[in-house]
């Protein structure tokens, strides 16, 4: 008997968590994905499918906590047992989850601050946006702050392989790393020192110029 976070993603919301991957359509060549609560597999098997004849080189690293369903990921890059005490300074582009629904936001806060720069795809309770607890303040701050989206889902576990009627929402999340925001910040400052050197030199040449003309005249 499996753990009662258990449900395996229904294979029309997998195809939907990731036809909302930007990266995934991109021209990017050589993709790091991490699926953190991986189950039996089945979002894992279904990317590997789709990009097995593509030029693109997607790149899976997976984690699961229940022994029993590690047996299901044999000849899968696993590379913890425990997502929340997870610990790595791998760039990941695309982080790809249906977690346990019991400490949804805990995965969720986890997911978003390991990565650097790239997207959050996620399924979680739509009841969970609308608590007011501190941890679902942060993701909706995490939401707020960050190009993001919210997809109602419905009960679209309710005909899945282990049912419930919980309503469900998708998160995306696109995040940009400090260092990219930075970069283009200071590429602004740099331009508006620019103009407005140029408008300095410009003011000056004018000024050159008259007198110039005055002593010409005189």
């Known amino acids: 008997m499996f ?68 047996s299901f990921l044999h000849g899968e890059n696993i590379v913890s047992n425990d997502f929340l005490t997870f610990d790595t300074k791998k760039h990941y582009d695309l982080i790809i989850m249906n977690p346990p629904f019991s400490n949804v936001e805990d995965h969720i806060l986890k997911a978003f601050e390991i990565l650097k720069d790239g997207e959050l795809i996620a399924l979680l309770d739509t009841n969970t946006l609308k608590k007011d607890t501190f941890k679902a303040k942060k993701i909706k701050e995490i939401l707020k702050t960050n190009e993001s989206e919210v997809v109602d889902l419905g009960s679209c576990f309710s005909t899945a392989e282990r049912k419930t009627d919980v309503n469900v929402s998708m998160l995306y999340i696109r995040k940009k790393s400090e260092e990219l925001s930075s970069y283009f910040s200071g590429l602004d400052f740099e331009k508006k020192d620019h103009n407005e050197s140029i408008n300095f030199e410009s003011e000056y040449n004018l000024s050159k110029r008259d007198v110039i003309k005055n002593e010409v005249e005189r």
Not at 40 to 64: C, F, T
């Open 3 to 70: 753990n009662k976070d258990f449900y395996p993603t229904p294979f029309r919301i997998i195809q939907e968590m990731v036809a909302k991957s930007d990266i995934l359509k991109s021209d990017m060549r050589n993709i790091n994905i991490l699926e953190p609560s991986a189950g039996k597999g089945d979002i894992v098997r279904y990317l590997k499918n789709k990009y097995s004849n593509y030029s693109k080189k997607v790149r899976i690293d997976v984690i699961e906590k229940d022994e029993q369903l590690l």
